[in-house]
C-alpha cells in the first residue's frame, strides 16, 4: 500500500522568500513565491504544485526565472492558442490572402498535431517528430514554409512575454516529398498556345507574359501609361514594370522594378489589343470602369487570378496540350526559351528581375542550359517575327 507522504513542517517565509508546504486536501505539495502587492494592494503569490519537493523546487525555480526575465508564460497556453494570437494581431497590413494561405497552413499541418501542447513545454525533439511526419505529406518547401509560420507565431509570443525561448528556431527542415516539377513551354508548344489564344481576351495578356517574362501579378495591374508603343527619342517601344497586386502595389523586390524593351511582336499585339479594348468600352457603355487598365474584363475591371488560370487552360486545350499548365509558366517558358537561344544567364536575370542569377539558377534551373553569346531581339528571332511578314528583321536593343 502507497503511503501518503509525510508532511514536513514549514517555516514560515521571509519577505520576499519562496515556501514549500504540504496541502493534504489537493494530495500534492505547493511552492509558493512572494512578490510583493499589486498597484490595487492585492498580494502576488504565484503558486506550483508537484509530487515532491525536489518537483517543487525546480518549479520555483523555473517560474522565477521568468519572473526576473519579465516573461509570464501562462500554464495553460497552448501552441493552438500562439497561433491565434499571431493570426489575430500579427498580421495587420498584411493581403488577405497572405493570412488566408497561412490559416490553411496551420490547420491543416500544425494544429492537428501540435495546437494542445503547451507551449512552455514545448521541446525540440517534439517538433523534431513532427517535422518527420509532415515530411511524407509535403515537399521540402512546404515543410519550410509551415515551420516559417510556426517560428514567426512564437517570435510573435516572445515578443508579448508569453515564452522565454522559442524551440523551433532549434530544430531544421528535413527531406520532404519530391515537390512539383517547374515546366516550361518547348517553342512548338509556346507556338501553339499563342495560336489558340488569338480571338480571346487573353490573348494580349498570354503574349507579354510569354514573350516579356513579367509575373501574373505583375501583368493584371499593368496600366496603358506604363505602356509606350512608340519610341522616345532613341528610346524604343518599351515596358514599364514598377507595380504589382500585392497589397502595397510593390513589385516581389527592389530588383522587380525594371523598364523592358518590347518585342515587335508584343508592340503590334498590344496596338490591335488597344483597339478592341475600345470597341468593348463602347459596348459596355455606363457598365465600363475606367482604371486605365491593359488586361481589363469586358467591363474594365480587374482581372482576378482565377479567372485568368480558367481562361488559359481553355486555351491550353485548344493548343491540344494537357490542362494542367498554368499562367505562371509562361515565365518559365520565357526564361527556357531565351536561354535555349544562347542569352547569357546574367541578361536573364535582369530582364525577369531576380536580385542575382543565384535566384535564377535556383527557380529556373531546369529551364537553363549553358550560354556563349548575348544576343538582342530575341524573342522577335526565337518566333521569326518579320519573317513571316516579309518585314526586315529588327534591330538589337541597346
Known amino acids: ?46 503558486k506550483v504544485t508537484g509530487k ?21 508564460t501562462p500554464a495553460n497556453y497552448t501552441v493552438s492558442d500562439t497561433i491565434e494570437d ?21 490547420e491543416n499541418h500544425i494544429l492537428p498535431m501540435l ?34 509560420v510556426l517560428r514567426r507565431a512564437i517570435t510573435h509570443a516572445q515578443k508579448r512575454d508569453k515564452v522565454m525561448r ?27 498556345v499563342l495560336m489558340a489564344a488569338r480571338g480571346s481576351i487573353l490573348h494580349a495578356y498570354i503574349v507579354v507574359s510569354l514573350l ?44 522587380s522594378r525594371r523598364t523592358l524593351a518590347l518585342p515587335q511582336q508584343v508592340v503590334a499585339v498590344l496596338e490591335n489589343h488597344r483597339v478592341d ?6 459596348a459596355a457603355g455606363e457598365r465600363w470602369a475606367e482604371n486605365d487598365l491593359v488586361f481589363a474584363s469586358t467591363v474594365g475591371t480587374p482581372l482576378d487570378a482565377s479567372h485568368v488560370r480558367r481562361g488559359f487552360r481553355a486555351i491550353v486545350k485548344r493548343a491540344g496540350l494537357a490542362p494542367e499548365w498554368t499562367p505562371r509558366e509562361l515565365r518559365h517558358s520565357f526564361v527556357s526559351l531565351l536561354s535555349d537561344h544562347g542569352i547569357p544567364l546574367e541578361v536573364i536575370a535582369r530582364v525577369v528581375g531576380h536580385s542575382s542569377t543565384a535566384t535564377t539558377e535556383a527557380v529556373y ?14 524573342m522577335d528571332s526565337i518566333f521569326n517575327y518579320g519573317d513571316e511578314e516579309g518585314e526586315t528583321a529588327p534591330a538589337e536593343e541597346g
Open 277 to 282: 479594348q475600345g470597341w468593348r468600352r463602347v
Open 86 to 106: 499571431y493570426l489575430a494581431r500579427g498580421f495587420k497590413g498584411r493581403d488577405p490572402e497572405t493570412v488566408k494561405k497561412c490559416r490553411s497552413l496551420t
Open 365 to 378: 534551373r531546369k529551364q537553363l542550359r549553358p550560354v556563349i553569346t548575348e544576343g538582342a531581339g530575341a
Open 166 to 192: 522559442n524551440v523551433a528556431e532549434l530544430v531544421t527542415v528535413p527531406d520532404g516529398r519530391p515537390g512539383r516539377p517547374s515546366k516550361a513551354l518547348t517553342l512548338e508548344q509556346a507556338k501553339a
Open 52 to 72: 515532491t519537493k525536489t518537483e517543487v523546487r525546480r518549479k520555483l525555480r523555473d517560474l522565477r526565472k521568468e519572473m526576473e526575465s519579465g516573461v509570464k
Open 115 to 148: 495546437g494542445k501542447a503547451k507551449l512552455r513545454d514545448l521541446t525540440a525533439d517534439d517538433l523534431d517528430d513532427w517535422l518527420d511526419d509532415r515530411a511524407d505529406y509535403l515537399a521540402t518547401r512546404s515543410l519550410r514554409e509551415v515551420l516559417g
Open 212 to 255: 516579356i517574362g513579367v509575373r501574373t501579378e505583375e501583368a493584371r495591374p499593368l496600366t496603358w501609361d506604363h505602356v509606350h508603343l512608340h519610341p522616345v527619342g532613341d528610346i524604343p517601344p518599351h515596358i514599364e514594370v514598377w507595380r504589382s497586386v500585392r497589397r502595397h502595389g510593390d513589385t516581389k523586390t527592389r530588383k
Open 1 to 46: 500500500m502507497t503511503e501518503t507522504p509525510e508532511p514536513e513542517r514549514s517555516h514560515k517565509a521571509g519577505n520576499g522568500e519562496d515556501s514549500i508546504y504540504w496541502d493534504a486536501s489537493k494530495n500534492t505539495y505547493v511552492g509558493a513565491m512572494s512578490l510583493g502587492f499589486t498597484p490595487s494592494g492585492k498580494r502576488r503569490r504565484p
